[in-house]
C-alpha cells in the first residue's frame, strides 16, 4: 500500500540540502546569492540584516520526521478521490442518532454500549468518545470496505482474538485512551492494508511476539503513554515490513536491547521512557533511520559507537539526560546529520573537534548559548541569548547597559561624598561615624563591580560569544563576583550591627550599653572577616561548589539550576534564605519596637511638637525597612523558586542583579548620612564656620592693603 510512498521518501531523503553556499571564513555565512557574509549570530535572529532578506530564510528546522511526514502527505494527496464531492448518504442502515455522510458513520458521543449494526459498504465508522467496554468476535466481520475505524476514548478493556477479522481494506485504526493491557498475538493478522495504528494512552505493558503479526503494510505505529517495558527481539520488522515510524513515547522501557529494533524503521521516537543501559551494537541495524529520539530519559553514558551505522540520520535528539559527558568522536560518521538537539545537556568536555565533522549540520541546539562558538559552522545555533548575555554583548538589553553605567555612577559617587563629608566634618559620635564610612566602603565594592561589568560589557563589544565560556570560567569573573558577594554581605551585616545598636539605644535608654570606640572597632573588623570569609569559602573546593561565581555572565551565584552542584545549592540557600533573610526580620522587628518605644513615651504627652517628631520617625523608619525590602526580598523569592528547579527567564536575574541588588548600597548615604538631621545641621554649621573664616580673611586682607597703600 505504501511502496510508491517509500521510494519517493528514500529518494527525497537522500537528495542534497539547499543550504547556503559561498567562500566565507569560518563562522560566518553567506547572504544568498551575494558576496557579503554575515556572522553566525545574525542569520535567524528574527531581523533582516542582509539586503535581500537571506539571513531569515530556510530557518526552519523540518528536517528529520516533518520532512518525512510532508512527504508522505504530499504522495498521498496525490491519489485522491476523483469525481464530483457529495455529502448525500449512500448507506442503507445506520443508527438514527449517529450521522451519515456518504459511505461514512459519525456515531461520536452517543453513549453507546456496543458497536451498531450498519450498511455491509460502510468505509469509515466513527465510534470515538463513547462507552464501549469491549469487542467480540467477528463484530466488524461484515465491513469488508472498512477503511478507517475510530474507536479512541471509549471504555475498551479486552479486544478478542478475532474481532477485527475480515478487515482487509482497514487502513486506519485509532484505539487511543482507552484501557487496553495486553494485544493477543495475531489479534491483527487480517489488517493486511493497515498503515495507521495508533495506541497511546492504554495501560499495554508487554508486547507479546506475534502480537502484529500480518500488518504487512503498517507505516505508522503509535503507543506512547503505555508502560510498555520490553520489546521482543527480532520480531519488529519480521511482523510489519512495512513499518517505519515507530512512537514509543512515554513508557516504561529501561533497557535498549540489541537487535530489538532493525533496518525496516525511519523514524525512532523513544522520548519520556526511563533508559539508563543502552547495549552495545542496539542500533547497529538500523541503517534506514532518518529520525532518532531519546529525550528525556536517564542516560547516563552513550556507547562510543552507538550512531556508527546511521549514515543516513537527519535529526538526532538527546536532550535532558543526566549525561557526564559526551566523547570527543561520537558523532563523527553522522555525515547526513541536519538537526542536532542536545538541550538541557552540561558538556564539560565540548571542543569544536566534536561537531567538526557534522558538514551538512544546519540546526543545532545548546543548553547555553556559550556553547554555539564551538559550532561556528553551524549556520542556526540555539539559544541566542540566556536572558542575561547574548552572542553579541555581555549584557543583552540596551537597558541594562546603560543601567549598569548609571547605577554604577549613583552608588560609587554617592558612597564617595559621604566618606569624605564624614571625614571632613567632625562630630560627637565618631563611633557612629566610622559604621557609616565602614557601610559606604562595602556599597563602594557594589559599584566597584558594577563599573567591571560595564568595563567587560565594553570589551566583548558584538563577540561576546567568542569570550563567553572562556570568561565565565576565568578568575576575573570569579574575582567580580566575590566583590559583590562581599559587598552586599558586609553591607547586610553592617546594616544588621547599626539597626541593633539603635534599638539597645532607643527601647532600653537606661541601660549602660554605649559601644566605644575599641569595641566599635573589634565589631567592624568581625563584620568583614565575616564577609570575607563567606566570599572566600567556595573558592577552597571546587568539588564541592564547582564553577560557584561563573554560572552566568553577571557572575553572581544568585540563580540555582539542576546542574548546579549540592554544596554550591546548599550554601547559597544558607546565605540568602538563612542569613540575609534573618537579617531581615531582625531589622524589620527592630524598626517596628524602636517605634512602638517612641510612641509609647510621646503618648505621655500631648505637645504638637511630639506628635509632629513621631511622624518623622515613622517616615523614616518605613523608608529604610521598605528600601530594605524592595532589595531583598525579590532576592529571596527569586533564589527560593530557583531552588524548585523552574525555569526562570535569565532576564529576570540581570535586572534584580544589575538594578534591585545595588539598591540597598545606592540609597544607604541618602538614608544614613544625607538626609539626617544631625548631619544636615552639622553641615550647615561647618558651611556658617567656613563663611565666617571667609569674611574674616577677606577683612584681615583689606586692612592690609588699606595700610600699605598709606604707607
Not at 529520539?293 to 546511521?310: A, G, H, K, R, T
Request: net charge neutral; proline share 4%.
Amino acid at each position: 500500500m505504501f511502496a510508491y510512498t517509500r521510494d519517493a521518501v528514500n529518494k527525497s531523503l537522500m537528495r542534497p540540502t539547499d543550504l547556503d553556499s559561498g567562500n566565507c571564513p569560518l563562522g560566518q555565512f553567506p547572504c544568498g546569492n551575494l558576496s557579503i557574509c554575515l556572522p553566525q549570530l545574525l542569520h535567524c535572529n528574527g531581523h533582516k540584516d542582509c539586503s535581500n532578506g537571506a539571513d531569515e530564510e530556510n530557518c526552519v528546522d523540518n528536517f528529520g520526521w516533518p520532512k518525512l511526514f510532508d512527504i508522505i502527505q504530499s504522495a498521498r494527496g496525490s491519489r485522491g478521490m476523483q469525481g464530483e464531492e457529495t455529502h448525500l448518504c449512500m448507506l442503507d442502515v445506520f443508527p438514527e442518532r449517529c450521522n451519515c455522510s456518504r459511505l461514512t458513520i459519525n456515531c461520536s458521543s452517543r453513549q453507546l454500549h456496543s458497536v451498531p449494526l450498519v450498511s455491509f459498504n460502510v468505509t469509515k465508522l466513527d465510534l470515538k468518545d463513547n462507552k464501549i467496554r469491549s469487542l467480540r468476535n467477528g463484530v466488524f466481520s461484515l465491513y469488508r470496505n472498512l477503511e478507517n475505524l475510530l474507536l479512541q476514548n471509549n471504555k475498551l478493556r479486552s479486544i478478542q482474538h478475532l474481532a477485527f477479522s475480515g478487515l482487509f481494506k482497514l487502513k486506519k485504526l485509532f484505539l487511543s485512551h482507552n484501557r487496553i493491557t495486553s494485544l493477543k498475538a495475531g489479534i491483527f493478522k487480517d489488517l493486511i492494508s493497515l498503515e495507521w495504528l495508533i495506541f497511546d494512552n492504554n495501560k499495554v505493558a508487554t508486547i507479546s511476539p506475534g502480537s502484529f503479526t500480518g500488518l504487512q503494510s503498517l507505516y505508522f505505529l503509535y503507543m506512547m503513554n503505555n508502560s510498555i517495558s520490553k520489546i521482543p527481539q527480532n520480531s519488529i520488522c519480521a511482523e510489519m515490513p512495512g513499518l517505519n515510524w515507530l512512537d514509543l513515547e512515554g513508557n516504561q522501557m529501561q533497557t535498549i536491547q540489541s537487535s530489538v529494533f532493525q533496518e525496516c524503521i525511519t523514524v525512532l521516537i523513544l522520548r519520556r521512557n526511563k533508559i539508563k543501559n543502552i547495549e552495545p551494537g542496539a542500533l547497529s541495524q538500523m541503517n534506514k533511520l532518518v529520525d532518532l529520539d531519546l529525550s528525556e530519559n536517564q542516560i547516563v553514558d552513550l556507547p562510543p559507537s552507538l550512531f556508527d551505522n546511521l549514515q543516513d540520520l537527519q535529526q538526532l535528539n538527546i536532550s535532558f539526560n543526566p549525561l557526564n559527558q559526551i566523547p570527543q568522536n561520537q558523532f563523527d560518521l553522522l555525515t547526513n546529520l541536519h538537526s542536532l538537539i542536545i538541550e538541557g545537556l552540561e558538556i564539560p568536555n565540548i571542543h569544536n573537534q566534536m561537531f567538526s565533522n557534522l558538514v551538512n549540520l544546519s540546526h543545532i541546539y545548546f543548553k547555553r548559548f556559550q556553547y554555539c562558538s564551538y559550532a561556528p559552522h553551524v549556520r542556526s545555533c540555539k539559544p541566542n541569548s540566556d536572558g542575561i548575555s547574548s552572542f553579541e554583548n555581555l549584557l543583552a538589553n540596551i537597558l541594562l547597559r546603560v543601567f549598569v553605567w548609571v547605577m554604577a555612577c549613583v552608588t560609587c559617587f554617592g558612597n564617595l561624598f559621604v566618606i569624605c563629608m564624614r571625614s571632613f566634618i567632625v562630630t560627637e559620635n565618631c563611633q557612629h561615624t566610622m559604621s557609616i564610612k565602614s557601610l559606604c566602603c562595602a556599597d563602594c565594592l557594589m559599584g566597584f563591580y558594577l563599573f567591571c561589568l560595564g568595563a567587560f560589557d565594553i570589551k566583548f563589544l558584538g563577540e561576546y560569544n567568542r569570550h563567553a565560556q572562556l570568561w565565565m570560567e576565568s578568575w576575573g569573573c570569579k574575582l567580580v563576583g566575590s566583590l559583590a558577594m562581599l559587598s552586599s554581605e558586609v553591607s547586610v551585616l553592617m546594616l544588621t550591627y547599626m539597626t541593633l545598636e539603635k534599638y539597645l539605644c532607643i527601647v532600653f535608654p537606661f541601660s549602660h550599653f554605649r559601644a566605644g570606640r575599641g569595641q566599635t572597632l573589634c565589631t567592624l573588623t568581625a563584620i568583614w572577616g565575616m564577609g570575607f570569609l563567606i566570599t572566600v569559602i567556595p573558592f577552597l573546593s571546587y568539588e564541592t561548589f564547582g564553577n560557584f561565581y561563573g554560572r552566568n555572565g553577571v557572575c553572581f551565584p544568585l540563580q540555582s539550576d539542576s546542574t548546579e552542584k549540592s554544596g554550591a545549592r546548599g550554601y547559597s540557600v544558607s546565605i540568602f534564605l538563612g542569613l540575609n533573610l534573618l537579617a531581615f526580620v531582625t531589622i524589620v522587628f527592630s524598626y517596628s519596637s524602636m517605634f512602638y518605644s517612641i510612641h509609647k513615651t510621646g503618648a505621655k504627652t500631648a505637645e504638637r511638637s511630639v506628635v509632629s517628631r513621631e511622624v518623622t520617625i515613622a517616615k523614616r523608619f518605613f523608608f529604610i525597612v521598605f528600601t530594605d525590602a524592595l532589595c531583598w526580598i525579590p532576592i529571596f523569592l527569586l533564589k527560593a523558586v530557583s531552588l524548585t528547579e523552574a525555569d526562570i527567564p535569565g532576564t529576570i536575574t540581570s535586572w534584580v542583579v544589575i538594578f534591585i541588588l545595588p539598591i540597598n548600597s545606592a540609597l544607604n548615604p541618602i538614608l544614613y548620612t544625607l538626609t539626617t538631621s544631625s548631619f544636615k545641621e552639622r553641615l550647615k554649621q561647618c558651611l556658617q564656620n567656613k563663611g565666617h573664616r571667609l569674611q574674616e580673611n577677606g577683612k584681615s586682607f583689606t586692612l592690609v592693603s588699606i595700610e600699605t597703600n598709606t604707607a
